[in-house]
């Protein structure tokens, strides 16, 4: 193995190796991506925002319905920039990623409505699926 390639491949490691963490996610280091534009939202959103509150290095947030701490996730990039908030999402599952990537945050394993009633919950494999909504499930 030639010496450019020993050097390449030692760096790739290191890169894998920052960027994976032992739960399995992925996490994204700021000095490795401080010149991309990084989206974890499904959309955009979290771009879109970020442009609004530019130069602002530590705010709060609350994200209602949070699902993902990184996956369609509208306050991931904000995190990776020093802010903190509070994430609620019904599904405990969804919160236990929260609690192991994102322990500045504030994590809340509830349900979240304007009136008082029992209602049921549906669940999904893909628990971005899950909801409360009849017609949706």
Not at 89 to 110: G, H, Q, Y
Request: charged share 20%.
């Amino acid at each position: 193995m030639t010496p450019n390639l020993t050097r390449a491949l030692k760096k790739y490691q290191l890169i894998a190796k920052s960027l994976i963490h032992p739960t399995g996610y992925f996490i994204y280091p700021k000095n490795l991506y401080k010149y991309h534009n990084l989206s974890f939202s499904q959309e955009g959103e979290d771009r879109v925002l970020h442009r609004i509150f530019e130069g602002k290095k530590k705010g709060f947030y609350i994200d209602v319905g949070a699902y993902h701490p990184q996956r369609f996730s509208n306050t991931y990039l904000f995190y990776l920039s020093g802010w903190k908030g509070i994430n609620i999402d019904a599904s405990p599952e969804n919160i236990k990623r929260f609690t192991n990537l994102r322990p500045r945050d504030i994590n809340l394993s509830i349900a979240i409505s304007d009136t008082c009633q029992e209602l049921t919950f549906y669940t999904y494999k893909e628990s971005a699926l899950n909801t409360f909504s009849y017609e949706l499930a």
